[in-house]
């Protein structure tokens, strides 16, 4: 058995995995030490317990979290109250043991600010000599608090020869001729135990859990807050692709009311019905529907059926996993745990394609008149959702989204495009960048730029532009953003732009800074200056043993003024720094080629081909080097591979096959 | 190939359903990922984009968290032991829950199950030993001979049966029927009973395989409301993958009984104590799912639901009555207690309908003007004063965040009461790392009360900032060592707890010295005196797995880990401590005294609940119950 790492496998990151793995199945509906039902140990008093849980009917399946005592009803049996996760968040156990068995409670008081003493000791000595020691205690077990009245099991015959208190900071004081089966008030320095009064009226609890109570109505849900759903992909009936929050030519202030159906859903059908119906009370409350169906590719004719069945006049499409699976998410920014997708759901957003208002069932077009007025009449911010039960706020909370917090959970949810779309569209306040904090700051920069890169991996640098500069805005002084700014300036040839960027992040790093030695270097290439370039890229390799892009560019500089044999080195460290890379494998097997290494030249060719397989110019070397290496049947197959990519080199390369002697 | 490592063995030992990703994600590594195309553009000359730092994992890893979840469906290929055991508990749980019923009509899947060369004990010993309880609850315990506690190593649980315990008398389809009728001999043959199993410890070897099972039956006895729990040794045979059952051999069977005419000692009258409180009643009926999935996240909730409790007597009636809080967007509910024992919901007059996340609450005097003052731990801590007949006013808030459980004494003996408050800050994207051991979370703090609701953070100038990065749960002050002053314990999730003696109002870290470090996932912690010793002892809950007793028991487990690492990682798995103070050190006898298997446990407290003068423990457990009972 291998215990060698593959590459790629990192364990801390598949626990980090596995972690959000099991946390993604929770919020989906598993189980996890799901139905446990509590425990009680019965003290044996010989260093034992027994498991008495199920005989004591302390034995809930609930999800328990808080458990604390109390004699509540006064009969001298400890009672419990206990929260659980789940339904009822409360239980109140009423103690049923016989009235034989004897007992005491004792409250303390003493004077100053810790009026309850806590932390004094109380010890019960019985006349069999037997100690019982209690703590007083403001809080225990887990987020419980039990009462701060101690109490004691005397047994059944139980009798008290004293009661001592350590007060805090240490003072003891015995009271004495306290009888067994009252409560006591012990005050600190009297001497002598008070009795508290009995009980006025006798409990009679009745035993039952929690009954008759009505289901909350959990299908519409308010955001606080809106949520920006751009970029979701659907597609049309023929196939054409759409996101929403895409400029649909509607009047400024229209909603969209996304009506999410399948074809077997009969509230589905009477809600598309009611919506066809409908299409001008629509047009008077400004709002354009959308149906998409859910269904996959077996039913989409019957999903189309059914729109046609009652003449739906308004847009519609298909939603496919990756618009269900994207959704989940933005559900998931909604609610801790949205539980499964209802069915119809009925997503309502603003002209700017933000959710506003969200039915996870049927919505009537009556019900929607009063959404759209009630949105309308509240102005820039959401109506405050109706809470299902009054209280008030300490700290009320914000209705702000935190769309940076947003992107990365749709980032790390698995939609990065998502994610972009969503940072793409994330509008700034002038001067919000002052009033942020530092760390709010920083994810912004981080956000935007790599936002940036993923624009200009795409080959966006116009959109790469825009995002850097944003990073910027928020972290103006990041060195490594101006230099991810310059770079796509360079790209865009706005050369002076970026050789000023590059110059505010010289002022920030050192000169041998890797990152802007190489942005300077690729300046002077851009700029013509290939000797400079070549100098620059020099001292960067040497440098940096393990800088794949400067030995590669040293490389390339060297092969265009003619320099091969000083290519060679570079270009082979390139090549064996990025194995991966195809354009270091085809730069090597130029550099082998022109060394007259033509049969080492071809795997190089061979290796960059795999990578990019389409790219003439490589797979005419090939056919060179192949050539030239006495592979001519490998030669001779270039031709035919490289006639579709370029014919004019095809030809070329035919010509000079031909030419070549035997 | 196989690519092993602690952090994944921790991680398996670990949060046990993420142990089973990450087990099998550890025996089938994907492919390594394809090549990231050259961030060099076709003229060769760009810099590779740093590495991604957006967000807390990093962009583009959905591929790999889809085929990660994908492993927790899919067969535990290659873990034989885990698959085998879910079959052979599952043929088991098939057996004892027909046999569970009314009738006991199990006959067609005993016969599915057994093995035609069946040889087991009796699965109810003849007779039992019955020990001393005040009597409302009968104790009746059996041990076969030379048993040892189930969290020790096990001999080799594939190793003969038969030898010095009971005979293997009961033969065949028969006798296996046979026997279970004697394991519900306790309960009369129409009444439904309750049966629970869980596989503990596994062994396989060729086609033979065998489980140590936790047996556990409830319902109405023909003496009184019964409950056994039993432990059997278990041996099967495999043939075309199904386990087929050649033994079981009883190791241990207790039962208990409780002698109060068919009534339980602890009733639940919720619904009774609630009546006179509908709104109250109408929230708290409702689980922690429904709000989370109808109230925007914003408000500060959470499906998981850690909102705890305090009882005690907001009103100065002489009555206690209790607080119960509740997630973001909820209210907080002050119950008073009526004359009649029944509850009013007092939230809104008193002022204390909060909306805010609240986790934990405490009814203390904070001023010494003879009421119960109010404190709330969540997102931020919040001081409450009562004016002495229940109406309270915000007098100080500490900003913080995350904050669980808290407890309050006078640990500068100043005479008035300070605050800790416990924290806990994870995240579905924020694992506690290293699992066994994790310091990455953030600082609990001490807050001291300087009078007139001032209250000012402590936490270093006292030492409490030593071993202060952990996940904590919960917290308990007292004077363990007696030199009257307030000591400090604290449980941690995801590893070490602290206990913090008090030297003077300076705190130092004293849990390693005297031996209750108590490795685990931490839940609860409070102290009682169980031995009648006069010295405080020490329980603290923790997670009990059997999953993870089985993983952390194969060999396979053990391959990578060095004997510290892989006793951690069980010890992770074994559920509860309760430490016996000594005097000089605390002794960890919690196998000893049979208290370790209480599940997920959470506030785990003492209660001497028959009133013989004796501790009691009660543990509320149980983590995350889902529409899809298919547990991970």
């Given at each position: 058995m291998s215990h060698t790492p593959l590459e790629g496998s990192d364990p801390a990151r598949d626990y980090a995995l596995g972690w959000r793995a099991t946390w993604r199945h929770v919020r989906a509906g598993k189980s996890w030490s799901g139905g446990e039902r509590d425990c009680a140990f019965l003290n044996l008093g010989d260093g034992r317990f027994a498991d008495v849980s199920s005989a004591s009917g302390f034995d809930s399946p609930g999800d328990g979290r808080a458990l604390a005592t109390t004699d509540w009803d006064g009969d001298g049996a400890l009672d419990l109250w206990m929260t659980q996760r789940d339904g009822p968040r409360v239980v109140f156990y009423r103690n049923q043991r016989p009235a034989t068995q004897r007992w005491l409670a004792v409250r303390l008081e003493q004077p100053g600010a810790n009026r309850s003493a806590i932390g004094a000791r109380v010890e019960v000595v019985l006349a069999d000599g037997a100690r019982l020691v209690r703590e007083v205690a403001a809080g225990s077990g887990y987020l419980s608090q039990s009462s701060l009245e101690q109490h004691f099991g005397l047994g059944a015959a139980g009798e008290i020869a004293s009661v001592a208190v350590r007060w805090p900071g240490g003072e003891r004081e015995t009271f004495t001729g306290v009888a067994p089966n009252q409560r006591v008030l012990l005050a600190r320095g009297a001497g002598a135990a008070r009795a508290l009064p009995a009980r006025a009226?006798?409990?009679?609890?009745?035993?039952?859990?929690?009954?008759?109570?009505?289901?909350?109505?959990?299908?519409?849900?308010?955001?606080?807050?809106?949520?920006?759903?751009?970029?979701?992909?659907?597609?049309?009936?023929?196939?054409?692709?759409?996101?929403?929050?895409?400029?649909?030519?509607?009047?400024?202030?229209?909603?969209?009311?996304?009506?999410?159906?399948?074809?077997?859903?009969?509230?589905?059908?009477?809600?598309?019905?009611?919506?066809?119906?409908?299409?001008?009370?629509?047009?008077?409350?400004?709002?354009?529907?959308?149906?998409?169906?859910?269904?996959?590719?077996?039913?989409?004719?019957?999903?189309?059926?059914?729109?046609?069945?009652?003449?739906?006049?308004?847009?519609?499409?298909?939603?496919?996993?990756?618009?269900?699976?994207?959704?989940?998410?933005?559900?998931?920014?909604?609610?801790?745990?949205?539980?499964?997708?209802?069915?119809?759901?009925?997503?309502?957003?603003?002209?700017?394609?933000?959710?506003?208002?969200?039915?996870?069932?049927?919505?009537?077009?009556?019900?929607?008149?009063?959404?759209?007025?009630?949105?309308?009449?509240?102005?820039?911010?959401?109506?405050?959702?109706?809470?299902?039960?009054a209280g008030r706020w300490i700290d009320a909370p914000a209705q702000r989204r935190d769309l940076f917090a947003l992107a990365t959970r749709l980032a790390s949810g698995g939609q990065p495009a998502l994610a972009h779309a969503l940072l793409a569209r994330v509008e700034i306040a002038p001067g919000a960048a002052e009033r942020s904090s530092p760390a709010e700051r920083e994810r912004a920069f981080r956000a935007f730029h790599e936002l940036g890169h993923a624009r200009a991996a795409a080959g966006d640098d116009v959109a790469a532009v825009t995002a850097f500069e944003r990073a910027l805005a928020a972290q103006p002084g990041d060195a490594l953003g101006a230099l991810a700014l310059a770079g796509a300036l360079r790209r865009l040839g706005r050369l002076d732009e970026a050789e000023a960027r590059a110059d505010a992040a010289r002022a920030a790093l050192p000169g041998e800074h890797p990152a802007l030695a190489l942005e300077l270097a690729l300046q002077h290439a851009a700029r013509g200056r290939d000797p400079q370039a070549e100098d620059a890229f020099e001292r960067l390799a040497q440098r940096e043993q393990d800088n794949a892009l400067a030995h590669l560019n040293l490389g390339i500089l060297r092969l265009k003024r003619g320099a091969a044999a000083d290519a060679l080195a570079p270009l082979a460290r390139a090549a064996s720094l990025r194995a991966q890379d195809p354009e270091a494998r085809a730069q090597h097997g130029k550099a082998l080629y022109l060394a007259g290494r033509f049969a080492e030249a071809v795997p190089e060719y061979q290796a960059s081909l795999a990578a990019r397989p389409e790219h003439a110019e490589t797979v005419y070397n090939l056919a060179l080097a192949a050539a030239r290496g006495g592979q001519d049947a490998l030669a001779a197959e270039q031709v035919a591979r490289l006639e579709p990519l370029d014919r004019a080199l095809a030809e070329r390369l035919r010509k000079l096959l031909a030419s070549r002697p035997r | 190939m196989r690519v092993r490592s602690l952090l994944v063995l921790a991680a398996l030992a670990a949060v046990f359903a993420v142990a089973f990703v990450l087990l099998r994600g550890a025996r089938n590594p994907t492919t390594p990922s394809a090549p990231t195309s050259s961030a060099t553009p076709s003229n060769a000359n760009e810099p590779a984009p740093p590495p991604s730092t957006f967000g807390a994992t990093p962009v583009g890893l959905a591929p790999d968290l889809a085929a990660t979840m994908a492993k927790i469906d899919a067969k535990l290929d290659g873990w034989d032991t885990e698959d085998l055991s879910s079959r052979a508990l599952g043929a088991l749980k098939k057996v004892g829950k027909a046999h569970a019923h009314a009738g006991r009509h199990a006959d067609a899947e005993a016969r599915a199950i057994v093995a035609e060369e069946y040889a087991g004990t009796r699965l109810r010993p003849e007779s039992m030993h019955d020990e001393p309880t005040a009597g409302v609850l009968r104790v009746r315990t059996w041990r076969a001979p030379g048993a040892r506690p189930w969290e020790e190593v096990p001999a080799r649980l594939l190793a003969p049966l038969g030898d010095g315990g009971l005979p293997l008398e009961r033969r065949g389809a028969d006798g296996f029927l046979a026997s279970l009728a004697e394991w519900t001999a306790a309960f009369a043959a129409d009444v439904e009973l309750v049966v629970e199993f869980k596989s503990i410890h596994v062994e396989l070897e060729g086609a033979r395989f065998a489980m140590l099972a936790r047996v556990q039956l409830s319902g109405a006895g023909r003496e009184g409301r019964t409950q056994v729990t039993a432990f059997w040794r278990t041996q099967w045979r495999i043939a075309d993958g199904a386990p087929k059952l050649l033994a079981i051999e009883l190791e241990r069977h207790d039962e208990a009984v409780s002698t109060l005419d068919g009534a339980p000692l602890f009733a639940d009258a919720t619904d009774w104590v609630l009546s006179n409180a509908p709104e109250a009643k109408a929230q708290l009926a409702q689980s922690a799912d429904v709000a989370s999935a109808t109230l925007d996240r914003l408000h500060g909730l959470s499906f998981v639901g850690h909102e705890g409790l305090a009882l005690g007597d907001a009103d100065g009636d002489g009555l206690d009555d209790v607080y119960v809080c509740q997630g973001g967007g909820l209210p907080n509910r002050?119950?008073?207690?009526?004359?009649?024992?029944?509850?009013?919901?007092?939230?809104?007059?008193?002022?204390?309908?909060?909306?805010?996340?609240?986790?934990?609450?405490?009814?203390?005097?904070?001023?010494?003007?003879?009421?119960?003052?109010?404190?709330?731990?969540?997102?931020?801590?919040?001081?409450?004063?009562?004016?002495?007949?229940?109406?309270?006013?915000?007098?100080?808030?500490?900003?913080?965040?995350?904050?669980?459980?808290?407890?309050?004494?006078?640990?500068?003996?100043?005479?008035?009461?300070?605050?800790?408050?416990?924290?806990?800050?994870?995240?579905?994207?924020?694992?506690?790392?290293?699992?066994?051991?994790?310091?990455?979370?953030?600082?609990?703090?001490?807050?001291?009360?300087?009078?007139?609701?001032?209250?000012?953070?402590?936490?270093?100038?006292?030492?409490?900032?030593?071993?202060?990065?952990?996940?904590?749960?919960a917290c308990a002050w007292a004077d363990y060592d007696d030199d009257g002053d307030p000591d400090l314990a604290v449980a941690n999730d995801f590893g070490r707890k602290n206990l913090y003696r008090n030297d003077a109002g300076r705190f130092v870290d004293v849990a390693a010295d005297l031996g209750v470090e108590d490795l685990g996932a931490g839940m609860s912690a409070s102290f009682g005196d169980y031995d009648r010793d006069g010295k405080l002892d020490l329980w603290f809950a923790n997670m009990f797995s059997s999953a993870g007793n089985r993983v952390a028991f194969q060999p396979r487990f053990q391959t990578a880990a060095n004997e510290t690492t892989l006793g951690a990682l069980r010890r992770h798995a074994r559920g509860n401590a309760l430490f016996r103070n000594d005097g000089a050190r605390f002794q960890d006898v919690s196998e000893a005294t049979g208290v370790t298997l209480a599940r997920w446990a959470w506030s785990s407290i003492f209660a001497d609940v028959e009133d013989d003068g004796l501790e009691d423990l009660l543990v509320a457990n149980g983590y995350l119950s889902n529409q899809d009972p298919d547990d991970l």
């Open positions: 009226t006798r409990v009679t609890a009745v035993a039952g859990p929690l009954a008759g109570v009505k289901k909350a109505d959990a299908r519409r849900v308010e955001p606080l807050a809106p949520i920006p759903m751009v970029g979701l992909p659907w597609s049309g009936f023929d196939g054409a692709p759409h996101a929403l929050g895409e400029p649909r030519g509607a009047k400024p202030g229209a909603y969209q009311l996304v009506t999410l159906f399948t074809s077997t859903c009969a509230s589905c059908a009477h809600e598309l019905g009611e919506l066809a119906r409908s299409k001008a009370a629509l047009d008077a409350l400004g709002v354009d529907a959308l149906a998409l169906a859910l269904d996959d590719a077996a039913a989409l004719a019957a999903a189309r059926a059914r729109l046609d069945g009652v003449r739906w006049p308004h847009a519609s499409g298909r939603a496919l996993q990756p618009f269900q699976d994207g959704l989940q998410l933005f559900f998931e920014e909604l609610l801790d745990r949205p539980g499964p997708l209802a069915l119809p759901t009925n997503l309502l957003l603003d002209g700017a394609g933000r959710l506003v208002l969200l039915h996870r069932g049927p919505v009537s077009v009556a019900q929607l008149g009063e959404d759209v007025a009630r949105l309308r009449a509240s102005g820039a911010e959401l109506p405050r959702p109706a809470l299902p039960f | 002050l119950l008073l207690q009526t004359p009649d024992g029944r509850v009013r919901d007092a939230s809104a007059e008193a002022g204390v309908d909060v909306l805010d996340a609240t986790r934990s609450a405490l009814f203390v005097d904070l001023d010494g003007d003879s009421d119960q003052d109010l404190v709330l731990g969540g997102e931020g801590v919040t001081f409450l004063e009562n004016d002495g007949r229940a109406q309270f006013t915000q007098r100080a808030r500490f900003a913080t965040s995350v904050v669980t459980s808290m407890a309050a004494a006078d640990y500068d003996l100043d005479g008035d009461l300070d605050l800790y408050a416990c924290r806990y800050d994870s995240t579905e994207n924020s694992a506690p790392t290293p699992y066994h051991d994790a310091q990455n979370g953030v600082p609990n703090v001490l807050l001291r009360n300087d009078g007139a609701f001032v209250f000012a953070d402590a936490t270093v100038a006292t030492g409490l900032d030593v071993n202060n990065r952990r996940f904590s749960f």
